[in-house]
């Protein structure tokens, strides 16, 4: 998967004067042996420098990771350490950093084997808070050699988050559609994260579009479509038309992303496009975000974003969905209840034209957009991927601006369930505990749209630790209540 940034985690132990070094070395070289016999070396490089109380060790630490090509930064409390020299450090290094610390660990040696870093812990994020530095600090971030390589290996996750969107650039074609002001993207808040955003008229895309007629790549994208649609390849005569379109967009990349390393983009889909392109773009969408560049319908740029840092986080191919339709009663009567542990309110389709990727899908065929040709001649709504979303654990969740420049986001983990939808579009049942409460008490009391980012897989607790590194105040990171857990909304008397 391109377009997807690496982390390299320079790992720096740190010592206080006034206890031994040699702990925090030898406790160092146990967590590094510990990381790279279960995860291997290619994520984290040891810094041989231990800092003491000196500034200008300080630096030659610094200078060190960063001649080592780190982006990344783990400050490992050996013992105490030295709360200001550890903190200047953190401070003046350009990346996400993330501070842990060192357990005691023998009974028998407490006299002169004792590091109390466990204190020094309280100081250096007394610290970071007093200099105003971010930083990942893990739930528990005490531990012995393996526990401490764990975190280590937690936090390259949202590493490659944080780094991923301080490169990233969205390009957007289009204002959204009538009738879509719940999408709405205050632009100040992509800049806060460090995002560039380029806008773009849709009448610039058309023309690209029309450069690219008769290029001698197409036949060789068409092959790529109708060996991964295989027999499902419904609507060979539109193929064509949609590797120019593919090709138009990778181009738009190539030539815009400029001084920015990533890229996603906010596509324009309806309700001029079709007519004018004589398709939609459905299935273009779904293979440009299974080869790591997110492409969000509706031009939505925050569900755009979101992609993104779903797909920099599990690694995988993401979608976008409509939080679409609930389950008819017959049908969870018939297929749900009494299989499978949810009530009718915790369960919800979600459902999107065709842009889930050809391998997230349990089948597929390319097919028209039904919705569209109730309005429009069918030929010209050619181009969705159609099919049921594999079954399997999910994550939904959505990071946002709101109409007042405010970020907000929200998680919830479920699960796509094997029950065949008997509908259209790609589509696919979802279950998420307490879904009824977390619609009502989340998604329409904190004015999110209905839109959300599907990662495959259970995620929720990097995109929490991403979210608040980012900036989202903990009180806006929205997440499914389990039963007995009130809202702060949630009418006491039911």
Same mark, same amino acid.
């Given at each position: *998967?391109?377009?997807? $940034?690496?982390?390299?985690?320079?790992?720096?132990?740190?010592?206080?004067?006034?206890?031994?070094?040699?702990?925090?070395?030898?406790?160092?070289?146990?967590?590094?042996?510990?990381?790279?016999?279960?995860?291997g070396d290619a994520d984290i490089y040891e810094c041989p420098v231990c800092i003491v109380e000196s500034e200008i060790q300080m630096v030659e630490a610094l200078e060190d990771i960063k001649k080592s090509g780190c982006n990344a930064l783990a400050v490992y409390l050996g013992n105490f350490g030295p709360e200001i020299a550890e903190t200047l450090l953190a401070k003046h290094f350009e990346g996400p950093k993330m501070f842990f610390a060192a357990a005691e660990e023998h009974g028998d040696n407490l006299l002169d084997g004792r590091g109390d870093a466990y204190c020094g812990m309280l100081n250096a994020s007394y610290n970071l808070k007093l200099r105003g530095v971010k930083a990942y600090?893990?739930?528990?971030?005490?531990?012995?050699?393996?526990?401490?390589?764990?975190?280590?290996?937690?936090?390259?996750?949202?590493?490659?988050?944080?780094?991923?969107?301080?490169?990233?650039?969205?390009?957007?074609?289009? +204002? &959204? +559609?009538?009738?879509?002001?719940?999408?709405?993207? $205050?632009?100040?808040?992509?800049? #806060?994260?460090?995002?560039?955003?380029?806008?773009?008229?849709?009448?610039?895309?058309?023309?690209?579009? #029309?450069?690219?007629?008769?290029?001698? &790549?197409?036949?060789?994208?068409?092959k790529e479509m109708e060996a991964e649609l295989g027999t499902g390849n419904k609507k060979p005569e539109i193929l064509s038309k949609l590797a120019q379109y593919e090709l138009t967009l990778k181009d738009w990349v190539r030539d815009h992303k400029g001084y920015r390393e990533y890229v996603a983009i906010a596509g324009k889909c309806w309700p001029a496009f079709q007519t004018q392109f004589g398709f939609v773009p459905c299935y273009v969408n779904s293979r440009l975000t299974a080869q790591g560049i997110p492409v969000s319908c509706e031009v939505d740029i925050y569900g755009a974003l979101s992609e993104f840092i779903g797909t920099v986080v599990s690694e995988d191919t993401v979608t976008l969905l409509d939080i679409n339709n609930?389950? $008819?009663? @017959?049908?969870?009567?018939?297929?749900i209840k009494g299989s499978y542990d949810y009530t009718q309110k @915790?369960?919800? *389709?979600?459902?999107?034209?065709? #842009?889930?990727?050809?391998?997230?899908?349990?089948?597929?065929?390319?097919?028209?957009?039904?919705?569209?040709? &109730?309005?429009?001649?069918?030929e010209v709504t050619q181009g969705t991927l159609?099919?049921?979303?594999? +079954?399997?654990?999910?994550?939904?969740?959505?990071?946002?601006?709101?109409?007042?420049?405010?970020?907000?986001?929200?998680?919830a983990q479920g699960e796509v369930l094997p029950v065949a939808t008997r509908s259209f579009g790609a589509i696919g049942i979802f279950a998420i505990p307490e879904?009824? &409460?977390?619609?009502?008490?989340?998604?329409?009391?904190?004015?999110?749209?209905?839109?959300?980012?599907?990662?495959?897989?259970?995620?929720?607790?990097?995109?929490?630790?991403?979210?608040?590194?980012?900036?989202? $105040?903990?009180?806006?990171?929205?997440? #499914?209540? +389990?039963?007995?857990?009130?809202?702060?909304?949630?009418?006491?008397?039911?």
């Open positions: *998967m391109s377009n997807m $940034p690496k982390v390299k985690i320079g790992i720096v132990a740190v010592s206080r004067d006034c206890f031994p070094e040699s702990l925090s070395v030898n406790r160092r070289k146990a967590v590094v042996e510990a990381y790279t016999k279960k995860y600090i893990p739930e528990y971030p005490v531990g012995n050699a393996e526990e401490c390589a764990e975190m280590l290996h937690e936090f390259v996750p949202i590493a490659r988050a944080v780094v991923g969107l301080s490169s990233l650039k969205i390009i957007s074609f289009g +204002p &959204r +559609p009538l009738n879509f002001l719940a999408c709405n993207a $205050p632009i100040q808040q992509l800049y #806060n994260l460090g995002v560039e955003i380029e806008e773009n008229s849709e009448l610039d895309l058309f023309e690209a579009f #029309n450069a690219h007629e008769g290029d001698e &790549r197409i036949p060789e994208i068409v609930t389950v $008819p009663h @017959d049908l969870y009567e018939e297929d @915790d369960t919800f *389709m979600g459902f999107h034209c065709g #842009n889930t990727a050809s391998e997230k899908l349990s089948f597929c065929e390319m097919k028209y957009q039904k919705i569209m040709a &109730r309005s429009l001649p069918i159609e099919g049921d979303i594999k +079954p399997g654990d999910i994550t939904f969740f959505r990071l946002q601006s709101t109409a007042d420049c405010k970020l907000r986001a929200y998680i879904m009824g &409460r977390f619609y009502r008490h989340v998604l329409i009391e904190k004015n999110f749209p209905h839109h959300g980012a599907v990662a495959f897989g259970n995620f929720g607790k990097t995109l929490y630790e991403v979210f608040k590194y980012v900036g989202v $105040p903990v009180e806006e990171i929205g997440y #499914n209540q +389990p039963a007995g857990v009130r809202y702060p909304t949630e009418n006491p008397w039911g």
